[in-house]
């Protein structure tokens, strides 16, 4: 089984993972959000070279952008430019490191299948194309940059500062060949939707209650992102469902940059409210986030973030609302219906939440809303999903 309880521990890891932490910063920089806005920028970047007939394998880039993620966890302690000075002078020292890390999740983690694919990823470097590559490392070198601009408000002017700008500068002009690229270069409108996902770093989620760590709502999105695509997997998906699920969680929470992050109990409080807040987040997001985006991704966006914790499919044009995760399994299982388990990303959703709920009560921070949380959300999953078992997750946990 992919979906091992040791493995959601370690990427929620990914929140306690400082970027920048050299520098004066007007926000903290956490791994998480950066993957989680890198793969935002990938998700466009990728559209683009589809619409210029340019073959896109999305897995690899999901598998690439996930499994980087578990690589950065562990190496936490080395900085970006160190790492990859390693990685182009010293290919022996390079290769021994990741193998230290490839034996570490050895250690942890049961799953062959995923296993082989870390070592083909981690050790190897063998396990995505060249152009999935590539397309990643443009979205990260620009979502790094995105966060420099932020520290350089607030840093003293100086040589370091302006030599890591040009650095940047030069590394971002390697991707000009992508025509994202040229387009947030040239302050296109996806550049203005680039920024806006970006924001969702300033959202803290929990906001009102005392936890360690604390995390956004753009690093919540990668972790459900993440714990989807491992869900997902053990359900024997076609590529276009599995697609579906990490960029759906990816982008469930997207409207929230129009109107915030309303915690559950609030918006459950009354069911005129909640009818209210979903129809303001629409409405909001008609008139402020689709108009940044290409007119041809508007409906794939809204597929994400419209009834995104239903379970859909498309038939004959139409989206059709499927009862469970098992029927999409039997009889919607093919590219040709772009299956969408929204209970898959609900339940890493609610896993996620579960995991910031328990990691402030394990460092000592406790409140009624936190044990609560944690009670309630446990003894909802005592159940399966499609295959795969959620009383065993949260028993591990």
Not at 258 to 278: G, M, N, Q
Request: hydrophobic share 40%.
């Amino acid at each position: 089984m992919f979906a091992e309880p040791i493995l959601f521990k370690e990427l929620f890891k990914g929140f306690t993972v400082l970027r920048w932490n050299d520098k004066l910063r007007p926000v903290e920089f956490i791994e998480m959000d950066k993957h989680s806005h890198k793969m935002m920028i990938a998700w466009c970047l990728a559209k683009y070279e589809e619409a210029r007939r340019n073959e896109v394998n999305w897995v690899n880039i999901i598998r690439g952008g996930v499994y980087e993620l578990l690589r950065r966890v562990v190496i936490r302690d080395i900085k970006n430019p160190i790492f990859f000075r390693i990685q182009k002078e010293y290919k022996d020292v390079y290769k021994k490191l990741n193998e230290w890390v490839f034996n570490y999740f050895k250690s942890r983690l049961s799953d062959e299948t995923l296993l082989n694919e870390l070592y083909e990823y981690i050790v190897e470097d063998a396990l995505i194309d060249d152009f999935s590559r590539y397309i990643l490392d443009a979205a990260h070198k620009y979502a790094s940059y995105l966060e420099f601009l932020l520290i350089k408000q607030i840093n003293p002017l100086g040589y370091q500062i302006e030599e890591i700008e040009r650095d940047m500068l030069k590394d971002i002009a390697r991707f000009m060949e992508l025509e994202g690229i040229r387009k947030l270069a040239t302050r296109q409108k996806v550049a203005d939707f680039i920024e806006l996902c970006s924001q969702l770093r300033f959202q803290i989620r929990w906001s009102q209650t005392p936890r360690i760590p604390r995390t956004s709502v753009l690093g919540h999105s990668m972790f459900v992102a993440s714990a989807s695509y491992f869900i997902t997997r053990d359900n024997n998906p076609c590529p276009r469902r599995l697609y579906n699920n990490f960029f759906g969680g990816l982008f469930h929470d997207l409207p929230e940059t129009v109107t915030r992050d309303i915690i559950h109990p609030v918006k459950s409080s009354s069911e005129d409210f909640e009818a209210i807040i979903h129809n303001l987040e629409q409405e909001l997001a008609e008139k402020e986030i689709y108009p940044l985006l290409e007119s041809s991704w508007v409906n794939e966006i809204r597929y994400f973030t419209q009834d995104e914790f239903l379970n859909k499919v498309v038939i004959d044009g139409k989206v059709v609302t499927i009862d469970s995760v098992e029927e999409i399994s039997e009889k919607y299982n093919k590219d040709e219906f772009s299956p969408y388990d929204g209970r898959i990303i609900r339940a890493a959703d609610h896993l996620g939440a579960y995991l910031e709920a328990k990691s402030s009560i394990d460092f000592g921070i406790r409140s009624e809303d936190l044990a609560s949380a944690i009670e309630t959300i446990r003894n909802s999953y005592q159940i399966k999903i499609g295959d795969v078992d959620f009383s065993s997750i949260y028993n591990g946990l």
